[in-house]
Every structure is written in structure tokens, then in C-alpha cells.
């Protein structure tokens, strides 16, 4: 079918095969920059979140500080925490917008109306709270916030942004600056309610440093942040340098401050609302730098997505132009060819029609300008060889006369000549008349030497058959042979893999009465720390035992203080009655001293009771630590024995194992050999098994080859030779198969 296409269909065929992978190549393209565009365009709706977001992370900070300094005391910072309530809800709100529209395809629809609600919550209850209670809630809800803001990254893309300078712009406004601001927060909240109560718990003062430190480390990794953006970007850098400039100082600022006015002072001095003031302002700075890192992603984005435009329009245009190419080429190639076709098939027709002197016109130098040009000279050669009717007609009855004189070599006549005449046939009758006598010569030494081939082939065909029965005979015998060795090599293999497994059974004793010798020493080794730790703690109960006998005599001492202070208060009981009225006062201090020293005395038998039970359980804690030690010698001694064992059973695993190794490498190497000289009677058989093949074939072939000198004598049987060579005797024997 595809040769009855015409050419110019076949070369808009061939061209439009030549553009499907330019256009393949140009939807690849054109699909790759529109998955850039709109992931490009998602990163954009990221920005479109986070501005707003960037409002709640700035006041939801400063109303937990407003509200910790409220709740601390400070009552004239009411007015401020209801203002910066009010823009929080502010930013609340748009949030919750742009969620209604985007929440479902972010997946952020849920975690934003936990945080919503929470919101709600706080604020109706923040007057009512503890200033901890109120500071707790704030910093987790700050804590979610600032995590719903990552997974907005994530969703959108802006986290895993390709540009390195806008990879760390992007990480910098959802990371570095909310966290920073959010550290700069909760100092400044620990530091108002400090500056408003003029004290400082221990807690606080450790979360008051943690918090420099992580204000210190976040300050340094945002720097570093902006730096690289920078390095990547030198443009950048003129128009946010002076921003992180700012942002810097404020947040050190800050720090120092704290540092300065609480940490390090010996009085707290500086005013809840001035530390409020600087804390903002930190922030707002913090926060300008966050807007002019969000402007210059978004110019960014902006940017890439019209270069990306205008490349996809670009590469349509150039495949648009590459085909239009192609159909231009597609048609001046069709039409030079069709041109020189047509005019060949014209001269073609004319020369059917007797007009020998039509000529093509050519009109290019390609390979059909050339074949225009080979059929003119063809044409011109054919003209100068026509000759006239009269001249073919003579030239005909040569040529049958000289037909009818050699019609008889045909059927195998070698008996007759043709006739030479003068004719323009009379040299070819002189040539087939020398070819002739030459065929007789020839056909004469065929016939005899055919008789000689076929009388050797009936005897070289005898002898092969008896070499290849023999032959065959012989493969058969080494074949059996083959297969008794394999049958040996077979056996001595399994003795060598039985040996061999007796080695790894042999290697495992081995390795088990090892490990067990190791373990016995270890457990050896453990016992005598055992023995030395229970000696030890022997010698401490022991000393335990004398420090109680030494508590016992402090304790005899105070029994005496106090019984020496009842007499000393009986004296002085007496000593008040008889001062009398005067004496009444000394006689109560002599009455307290009297129950003061009942009580010592009381106390002081308790304790010799505890002292004395003390002893006996130390005593008797010695006495099985030292039976402890009695059984830990022994057992020492036991397992001392079992590891002589183990390394007499060691010992004699070894030479087992090495017993064992030499039987199953002498069995390797005798079925190694096994394998070698099955082998080679193998190689032997297939070698007599080939040769008695071979020797088949030979036979076959000799048969084959009587056969066909047979058929030869018949075939020559049939041309007849003059007399001359008839009365020479042909001997012919025919071979039969």
C-alpha cells in the first residue's frame, strides 16, 4: 500500500514524522513552564497568607506582655492591652477569610479554628487569669501560630524554594524573624512583670537567661541568613541591609537591656512600660525587616513568573517557525521532484511513440537531475544503433540457418558441424564448430575418469562403514567408563561435603567451648569483683558498726547533759521557792528547763533503742557478707576448675577441628581430581563420539558422491561423439547406495 502513495504525500509523511518530536519536545517544555508558573503562583498565595499572619505574630506578643504586666500590677497598661486586643482580632479576621477561601486546599482549614477559638477564649478570660496562667496560654497559642505558619509554607512551596537567595529570604519570614520576635516576646513579658513586682524568682531568672541566650543564637543564625541571601544576590543587599541592620541592634538592645537592668543588678529599677516600649520596638523592627523580605520575594516570584511566561511563549513561537519551515521545505523539494519526474515520464512517452530524438529536461544536479541526464545519453547511444528493415531481416536468416546447423548439440549430437560462410554469423559458426571438438574432448575424459571416481568411491565406502561401526563401538565403551567415574567423582564429592560439614560442626564446638571458656573467665572475673565489693562494703558495715558505738557513747554524754539539767533545774526549782514572790518567774524558766530535759532524756533513749537495733542488724549484715564472701571464694574456685575444663575441652576441639579440616580438604582434593579425570574421559568420549559421527557422514558422503557419478555416466551416456572417439571403451560401473 505504501507504494502506491505519491511522493509528495510520502514527504509530508516523512516531515511530519521529522516534527513529532520537536513538538513532543515543545509540549515538554511548554508543560514544564506552566507547572513552574503555577507552583511559582502558589508560593505567591503563600505571600497573600502570610502578610496578615505576620500582624497576629507581631500583636499577639505584645498582648501577652500587656496582659503579664496588667496582671503583675501594673494598671496603667490596660488601655494598651485593649488597643493591641483590638488589632490582634483585626488580624484575626482577615486570616479567617483568607482560610474560608484557601483552608480546604492547604489543608489548614481545621488547625486555624483550634487557633481561632483558643483566641477567643483567651481573650474573654485574660483579666481573670493568673499572670503564669496568662503567659502560659499566650506562648502556646504562639507556639501554634507560629506552627500553622510553617505548614503554610510547606503547602505552598515558599520552604522549598529553588532560588537560594529566595530559599533563605523564605526561610527567614517563616522561621528566623517569627521565632526571634516571639523569643523577644517572652522577654519582654519575664521582664515586665520583674520590673513590676521589683523581684525576681529563681524560675524566672533561669527562663529570663534562656531566653537571652536563644534571643543571642537566633539573632546570629538570622544574620547569617540575610548574609547568604546576600552573597547569592549582591542586589539585595542595598535594600535590606540597613533593615537587618536595624533589626539587629534593636533586638541586642533589648538583650543588654535585660542583661544590664535585671540579671546583672544588685536592684530592680527600670519601669514596667519603658521595658515594654523598647520590647516593641525591637519587634517593630524585627517586623519591618519581615515586610521588606516579603516585598522582595514577591518581586521576586513576580519576576520569574513573567521570565517564565516569556519563555514558554518564545520556545511556542520557534516550534510554530520550525514547522512552517518544514512545510516550506517539504513543498520546494516536492515540486523540484515532481518537475523532473513529469518531464522524464513526458520523454518517456515520446520516445514509446517512435520519437527517438525526444530529450528530458533537467532541471537541477541531484539524482534525478542525474538519472534525466544518464536517460538522454542512453537514448542518444540507441539511436545511432537502429538499423534498417533490410539489414535485420539478413542478419535473421543467418542466424536461424546457423540455429538448424547446431539444433542437434541440444540433444547431445557432437557428431555434426555448422556451416562457416561469409555471412556476419559465419565467425560465431567457426567459434561453436572449435567449441565443439573441445566439448568432445572434454566429455571423453569426463567418461573415463567418472569410471575411475566410482570405482574408488565403492572402495573408500566400504572402509568408512567399518571405521564408523568400529568408531562407534569405541565411543559407546568410553562413554560407559565416563559415567562410572562421574558415579566415583559423585561419591567422593558427598565424602567431601560430609567431611566438610563435620569441620563447621567441628568449628562450632570449637567456638562454643571458646565463648564458654570467656564466659567461665568473665563469670571468674565478676565473682572476684564480687568478692572485693562485698569485702569492701564488709568493712563499711564494719566501720558503720563503730561510728553507732560512737553515736551511743554521744548519746550516754547527752543522757548525762540531761540528767545533769534535771538536777540543774530541781535547784533551781528550790532556789525559786525559796526567793519567794520574786523568785516566781525563775521557778517557770526552772520548770521548762525540767520538761526540756524529760524530753532530751526521752529522746536520748529512743535514740539508744535505734542505736542498738542499728547494731544488731549491722552485725548481722557483716556476718552474711562475710558467709557471702565464704560461698563467692567458693564459687570463684568452681568456675576457676569449669575454665580448665573448658580449655582441656578447647584444647582437644582444636585438634578435632584440625583432624577434621585435613579429612575434608584431602576429600576435596581427591574429588577435584575425580572431577578432572571424569572430565577428561568425557572430553575423550565426545571426541570418539564426533569422530564416529564423523565417520557416518563420511560414509554418507561417499555414498552420496558414488551416487552422483553414477547419475554423471548416465548423463554423458546421452551425447554422441564422432567415430574416432566411439571406438575408445568407456568403462562404466554403477555404485549402488
Known amino acids: 500500500m505504501f507504494r502506491n502513495v505519491k511522493i509528495w504525500q510520502k514527504l509530508v509523511l516523512a516531515g511530519a514524522l521529522a516534527v513529532i ?77 483568607i482560610e474560608q477561601k484557601k483552608g480546604n486546599a492547604l489543608g489548614t482549614l481545621q488547625s486555624w479554628e483550634s487557633i481561632r477559638l483558643r483566641w477567643q477564649d483567651l481573650k474573654q478570660r485574660v483579666s481573670s487569669l493568673s499572670a503564669d496562667e496568662s503567659n502560659r496560654r499566650h506562648t502556646q497559642l504562639l507556639a501554634d501560630v507560629l506552627s500553622h505558619l510553617r505548614t503554610v509554607g510547606d503547602k505552598t512551596g515558599l520552604s522549598a524554594e529553588p532560588d537560594l537567595e529566595a530559599f533563605y529570604l523564605s526561610d527567614s519570614i517563616l522561621n528566623q524573624i517569627p521565632w526571634t520576635t516571639e523569643y523577644l516576646g517572652q522577654l519582654a513579658t519575664y521582664g515586665s512583670g520583674v520590673a513590676a513586682r521589683r523581684t525576681m524568682t529563681a524560675q524566672e531568672e533561669a527562663q529570663i537567661r534562656f531566653l537571652v541566650r536563644q534571643v543571642s543564637s537566633s539573632i546570629e543564625v538570622m544574620d547569617r541568613n540575610f548574609q547568604s541571601a546576600f552573597r547569592y544576590n549582591s542586589d539585595l543587599r542595598k535594600g535590606l541591609e540597613g533593615g537587618v541592620s536595624k533589626a539587629i541592634s534593636s533586638a541586642g538592645f533589648l538583650r543588654n537591656l535585660t542583661q544590664r537592668e535585671i540579671l546583672d543588678s544588685a536592684a530592680i529599677t527600670v519601669l514596667p512600660r519603658t521595658y515594654l516600649e523598647n520590647g516593641s520596638a525591637a519587634v517593630t523592627q524585627l517586623f519591618n525587616l519581615h515586610d521588606q523580605a516579603t516585598a522582595e520575594i514577591r518581586a521576586h516570584l513576580q519576576s520569574r513568573i513573567e521570565r517564565l511566561v516569556e519563555q514558554k511563549w518564545t520556545q511556542l513561537g520557534w516550534a510554530l517557525g520550525l514547522l512552517l519551515l518544514s512545510g516550506v521545505l517539504v513543498f520546494v523539494i516536492q515540486k523540484g521532484i515532481a518537475e523532473q519526474i513529469r518531464s522524464m515520464s513526458e520523454t518517456f512517452r515520446q520516445v514509446s511513440k517512435g520519437h527517438y530524438d525526444a530529450r528530458a529536461e533537467i532541471y537541477g544536479k541531484d539524482e534525478l537531475g542525474m538519472m534525466a541526464e544518464t536517460t538522454n545519453a542512453m537514448l542518444a547511444n540507441t539511436l545511432t544503433l537502429i538499423q534498417s528493415r533490410e539489414e535485420r531481416d539478413r542478419i535473421q536468416d543467418s542466424i536461424r540457418k546457423l540455429l538448424d546447423d547446431v539444433s542437434g548439440v541440444a540433444e547431445g549430437d557432437l557428431t555434426k558441424e555448422a556451416e562457416v560462410t561469409a555471412e556476419m554469423t559465419g565467425a560465431i559458426a567457426d567459434s561453436i564448430n572449435y567449441m565443439m571438438a573441445e566439448l568432445r574432448t572434454i566429455i571423453g575424459a569426463v567418461q573415463s575418469t567418472t569410471a575411475n571416481v566410482n570405482s574408488s568411491a565403492q572402495r573408500v565406502q566400504d572402509v568408512t562403514e567399518v571405521l564408523a561401526d568400529s568408531s562407534q563401538h569405541q565411543s559407546e565403551q568410553v562413554r560407559a567408563a565416563s559415567q562410572i567415574l562421574h558415579m566415583m567423582a559423585q561419591s567422593i564429592r558427598d565424602v567431601a561435603e560430609r567431611a566438610n560439614d563435620a569441620a563447621t560442626v567441628a568449628d562450632s564446638a570449637l567456638s562454643g567451648a571458646l565463648a564458654g571458656g570467656a564466659a567461665v573467665r568473665r563469670t571468674v572475673e565478676g565473682m572476684n569483683s564480687i568478692r572485693q565489693h562485698v569485702q569492701e562494703t564488709s568493712r563499711r558495715m564494719k566501720r558503720l558498726g563503730e561510728s553507732s558505738q560512737e553515736i551511743g557513747e554521744i548519746v550516754q554524754l547527752i543522757s548525762d547533759i540531761s540528767d545533769r539539767t534535771s538536777i540543774l533545774a530541781l535547784n533551781a526549782s528550790i532556789q525559786a521557792a525559796m526567793a519567794g514572790e520574786s523568785g516566781k518567774g525563775f521557778a517557770v524558766v526552772a520548770e521548762e528547763v525540767e520538761r526540756l530535759a524529760e524530753r532530751a532524756t526521752e529522746a536520748t533513749n529512743r535514740i539508744t533503742v535505734l542505736i542498738k537495733s542499728v547494731q544488731t542488724e549491722t552485725y548481722e549484715a557483716i556476718s552474711a557478707m562475710e558467709e557471702t564472701t565464704r560461698e563467692v571464694v567458693d564459687g570463684s574456685h568452681v568456675a576457676g576448675e569449669a575454665g580448665d575444663r573448658l580449655a582441656q575441652i578447647e584444647d582437644v576441639s582444636r585438634q578435632i577441628t584440625g583432624l577434621v579440616k585435613e579429612i575434608s580438604t584431602t576429600a576435596s582434593e581427591q574429588a577435584s581430581s575425580s572431577d578432572r579425570v571424569a572430565a577428561t574421559v568425557a572430553d575423550v568420549s565426545d571426541g570418539t563420539q564426533s569422530t564416529a559421527q564423523e565417520a557416518l557422514r563420511t560414509a554418507t558422503d561417499i555414498r552420496q558422491l558414488a551416487t552422483m557419478v553414477t547419475e554423471l555416466s548416465h548423463s554423458l551416456s546421452r551425447f554422441r561423439l564422432p567415430p574416432t572417439d566411439a571406438d575408445r571403451p568407456i568403462p562404466v560401473t554403477v555404485v549402488g547406495s
Do not use: K
Not at 42 to 59: F, K
Not at 62 to 71: D, G, I, K, N
Not at 85 to 91: L, R, T
Open 21 to 97: 518530536p520537536v513538538l513532543m519536545l515543545a509540549a515538554l517544555f511548554l508543560q514544564s513552564r506552566n507547572e513552574q508558573i503555577t507552583r511559582t503562583q502558589t508560593e505567591l498565595d503563600g505571600l497573600d497568607y502570610v502578610a496578615p499572619m505576620r500582624q497576629l505574630l507581631e500583636r499577639l506578643p505584645q498582648h501577652r506582655s500587656a496582659a503579664s504586666a496588667y496582671l503583675n500590677g501594673a494598671e496603667s497598661v490596660g488601655p494598651m492591652m485593649m488597643s493591641i486586643q483590638s488589632q490582634v482580632d483585626g488580624a484575626v479576621s482577615v486570616l479567617t477569610e
